[in-house]
């Protein structure tokens, strides 16, 4: 069990802006599970991405030692001859082909080019009993369920002659019963031989399965500890252990009345129907305070700010919103925006801009009959509005007649928070506002957000970044599995405290 | 551009020398882009009326260029919106046969009594469209069904049913000569003609037809004052643009730009006052276009149309309906193609099963050689009529050169081929 499989010696990794990788190291010794453990964002995913070819050879700077030989892979199909397979978190699969196309796709039994089935099918039927799946090889993945679904990408890998299997959140978005087959078949598959790297942040599953644990903390790995070494505070220290310093503005909170409140709100998924996502859901937000959610990925914060905002997400929705104490009808998101309501929406780029139109145009969007009369636009309001703006959060760009799709992500960002400001909405939900966007920036948009809670309106801010949560907020709720499972005010808050209700949460749900 | 920064001393008179030649160049550059498709449109008119030996100008010809194609161009107006909001109508060309079909049959075969007023059945018609517009749209808009399924599907419910209607194979006709005024009448002269030279008289006391020079002289005020507002808006909103320090083009381009549409848009009225005066079709697609240009560059509804064919997602998440915004897309794509059928009947005088098969691709090749994205978000209603204009004068020029029609469909398919690809190649560039 000595040899060594894998070494990554000093990886770095950049992106235009951005240091995601920097030195990073990892040892995985043959036949062991490595778990890589790290915040969101950390660079556990990019790491993985180096490994397996998806980033080029080249196109990072350092080496992979893989079996004894310097490895550079070219692409997927490189690592994948050498028996390296990665299972993403999202799963690839095509849900209208069946399971046995699915684990042969592009590596079918074929003689001049025409399947052979039986063959196909002989040998899915075997993967499949390795895995533990009692499901017909011809079934199609869109009728089996996402545990299943997750077998059947390991399957797929073993397929492949798998030598060393990396999972990325394999059980994020598992069940608990789901989870625990899986994690035992990881433990059955190393008595088989085979290595595994599991990326989690599932502390438990760390504990119970991980013979060795690496911690990666902003693109750096902080530290490896042996099996006997591991323990979550020692994990929890280690992936939040990060200096406070002045990468916040200054603020003196004026807090008033209580502006939003929600009561007991639950959300289903809107196509497992029976799956509750958001599992009654108390919140509050005063005037002039800035309010986190805090959470892991998956824990159904942006689930939650959605379905609030028009019902933008899910089916089933229960639950009462007050605005000033008056209940409001927030079943539309034109509604919603009448009574004051803004969602910043995570992801900018799918859901927040027309990329192929400027700025004035996506500005204006949310609030047309601001610069229009009887439908009509004003195009010198509409200008001298965009204008306005665009000075008032400092988007940097030629003219406000500049493509939203050549900008950068920090200016993006920027225009959406924009488009909601002069929306002049009395609640503005922002969802991961500093998501990929450079330091600089960062702090610009947390300046406007003091402005905004200074000028008296209730922002509640959802994160997964925790120092950002301690450093911009005045009170922080911790999501975790649909559910509130903490809340305190962020001048008691700490990164292993809210790591802690997570944790906590989490063994509650269990 | 970047004239706000200060360059040092030394360098200052370098950069002024370069900037000046540059700032025009790519000025050039980017509104050659825009104003190309009119150039191409010039460029093509200038080939045909040599090889015509002039018969493409000539005033009748013009106004039979203009009431063979303005149908096109009325329901391209309608698929332009379509486009750009990211769907495709297949249905039109259908749709503006059964109308056509349908206003036949109440104008000569059912006995309506007064309703068989021309007035009042192409009313009834332009509901019609509408309600058929909104029956395609709302499966749509709400149902998430393509639309190009859709409306592939009321291609052939709807050319079943003008066959139908017109009892198989036979056409209906004579239509009123009210009703074909909409499209082979002339607007009347109010002022009245000017004579600018008598014609000739010869010795038996008739007069030489074609001889002399006679204006009609409402149709050059319709001229003249289309013009000059043309002008003079452009010139305020490029005042606008000044004043708060945006404006690209230069001004010199800017004159050259008016001064050539001006001009030609003068010697085509001018010819057409040399005839008949303006045809009636002629001011009704005139009329839309203004209508169209102003709602999607004005009007917040044009806005939001763009909006959710850019991106849908963004758009609903800005508070826009977009299902009710994609029905009222169709439906305004069913009053246009049901106007279209109109034309259609108006001018052939008599309603017949084939009447507009297969104008849904030329109208679908207008909108997309006048720019239009198949992406959705991207299109203009000018650039549309251009592209109208296009196809138009290729049908009329080729078949005065006596081009086979077999071989003037290769040379469309090729021409949309070529703009399409111009227009990518250009972006890619950008």
């Given at each position: 069990m000595a040899s060594t499989i894998l070494e990554m010696r000093d990886i770095t990794k950049t992106f235009p802006g951005v240091k995601a990788l920097s030195n990073v190291k990892l040892m995985v010794e043959e036949g062991e599970i490595h778990a890589v453990v790290g915040e969101n964002g950390a660079g556990k995913s990019t790491l993985m991405k180096v490994l397996s070819g998806v980033y080029p050879s080249g196109t990072y700077d350092g080496q992979i030692i893989y079996r004894g030989d310097e490895c550079h892979f070219k692409g997927i199909h490189d690592s994948e001859r050498k028996g390296i397979v990665i299972i993403h978190q999202e799963l690839a699969l095509v849900p209208m082909l069946s399971i046995a196309e699915n684990i042969f796709l592009g590596n079918e039994h074929a003689r001049y080019g025409v399947i052979d089935w039986n063959a196909n099918e002989t040998r899915t039927s075997a993967l499949l009993k390795k895995v533990g799946l009692k499901e017909d090889p011809n079934t199609l993945i869109t009728n089996i369920g996402v545990g299943k679904q997750q077998l059947v990408e390991i399957a797929k890998a073993l397929s492949k002659e798998v030598k060393l299997l990396i999972l990325d959140e394999p059980t994020a978005s598992l069940s608990e019963k789901d989870s625990q087959a899986l994690l035992d078949l990881l433990l059955e598959f190393k008595r088989q031989g085979i290595t595994s790297i599991l990326i989690s942040h599932k502390l438990n599953e760390v504990n119970r399965v991980a013979d060795k644990v690496t911690i990666i903390r902003d693109g750096r790995t902080i530290e490896t500890l042996a099996k006997k070494d591991i323990s979550e505070d020692r994990i929890i220290t280690s992936m939040v252990g990060r200096s406070l310093d002045d990468r916040y503005p200054p603020r003196e909170p004026k807090i008033g009345e209580t502006v939003l409140e929600v009561k007991n709100w639950s959300v289903y998924h809107p196509i497992h129907a029976e799956r509750q996502v958001i599992k009654g859901i108390n919140l509050n937000a005063r005037k002039g305070e800035v309010v986190g959610i805090a959470g892991l990925m998956g824990a159904g914060r942006t689930e939650f700010a959605m379905s609030l905002f028009g019902r933008s997400y899910g089916r089933r929705i229960t639950g009462e919103a007050f605005l000033n104490g008056k209940p409001i009808d927030v079943s539309s998101v034109s509604k919603a925006v009448e009574h004051g309501i803004a969602y910043v929406t995570e992801d900018r780029k799918t859901y927040g801009l027309n990329l192929i139109d400027h700025i004035k145009h996506n500005i204006t969007l949310a609030n047309l009959p601001g610069v229009s009369r009887h439908g009509v636009i004003d195009d010198l309001r509409e200008l001298s509005v965009a204008n306005d703006y665009r000075g008032r959060t400092n988007i940097r760009a030629s003219s406000v007649y500049q493509m939203t799709g050549n900008l950068s992500g920090g200016n993006q960002q920027k225009v959406v928070l924009s488009k909601w400001l002069f929306a002049n909405p009395e609640v503005l939900i922002l969802d991961?506002?500093?998501?990929?966007?450079d330091v600089g920036a960062k702090y610009e948009i947390y300046t406007i957000i003091a402005r905004l809670a200074s000028e008296g309106k209730a922002i509640i801010v959802i994160s997964s970044e925790m120092p950002e949560l301690l450093g911009i907020t005045d009170r922080i709720y911790v999501m975790n599995e649909g559910r509130i499972v903490g809340e305190m005010a962020a001048s008691d808050a700490s990164q292993e405290k809210i790591m802690r209700a997570i944790v906590r949460g989490e063994g509650k749900a269990s | 551009m970047s004239t706000e920064s200060a360059p040092g001393p030394q360098t200052g008179v370098a950069q002024d020398l370069q900037q000046g030649p540059r700032i025009a160049v790519s000025a050039l550059v980017t509104n050659l882009r825009e104003y190309g498709l009119v150039l191409a449109l010039i460029a093509i008119m200038v080939f045909f009326q040599f090889t015509t030996s002039g018969t493409l100008f000539k005033p009748v010809n013009l106004s039979n260029l203009v009431q063979q194609n303005s149908f096109i161009i009325v329901m391209a107006l309608g698929m332009l919106l379509v486009i750009v909001s990211g769907h495709i109508d297949l249905s039109v060309g259908s749709v503006a046969g059964f109308i056509g079909a349908l206003a036949a049959m109440m104008m000569v075969i059912w006995p309506l009594g007064p309703l068989s007023n021309p007035l009042v059945v192409s009313i009834i018609c332009l509901i019609v469209g509408g309600a058929i517009g909104a029956a395609q749209g709302y499966w749509i808009a709400?149902?998430?069904?393509?639309s190009f399924i859709v409306t592939l599907a009321g291609m052939l419910i709807f050319r079943g049913i003008c066959q139908a209607l017109l009892g198989g194979g036979s056409s209906v006709g004579p239509l009123p000569v009210g009703f074909k005024a909409l499209s082979s009448g002339f607007i009347p002269d109010l002022i009245g003609p000017l004579t600018l030279i008598p014609p000739t008289v010869n010795a038996a006391g008739k007069t030489i037809v074609g001889s002399g020079l006679t204006l009609h002289l409402t149709t050059i005020v319709i001229g003249l004052v289309a013009v000059l507002a043309y002008a003079y808006f452009g010139l305020r909103a490029r005042r606008t643009r000044e004043k708060h320090g945006y404006e690209a083009e230069p001004f010199s381009l800017f004159v050259v730009k008016t001064l050539v549409i001006s001009a030609l848009a003068l010697f085509l009225v001018y010819q057409f006052a040399t005839y008949r005066g303006l045809p009636i079709v002629l001011m009704v697609m005139g009329v839309l276009i203004a209508l169209f240009v102003f709602v999607t560059k004005r009007m917040t509804i044009g806005r939001r149309i763009y909006a959710m064919g850019g991106n849908a997602k963004a758009a609903q998440l800005s508070g826009i309906k977009t299902e009710r915004l994609t029905l009222m897309v169709f439906i305004n794509m069913g009053v246009l193609s049901a106007l279209g059928g109109l034309i259609i009947a108006a001018r052939l005088g008599q309603a017949v099963p084939a009447a507009g098969l297969g104008s849904e691709l030329d109208v679908i090749a207008a909108v997309f050689i006048g720019g239009a994205s198949a992406m959705g978000g991207v299109g203009q209603v000018i650039g549309a009529v251009v592209g109208g204009f296009i196809m138009g004068v290729m049908n009329n020029g080729m078949s005065i050169m006596g081009v086979n029609v077999d071989w003037q469909q290769v040379v469309k398919g090729l021409v949309l081929l070529g703009a399409v690809v111009f227009d990518v190649y250009n972006k890619n560039k950008a």
């Open positions: 991961e506002p500093t998501r990929g966007i | 709400y149902h998430r069904i393509p």
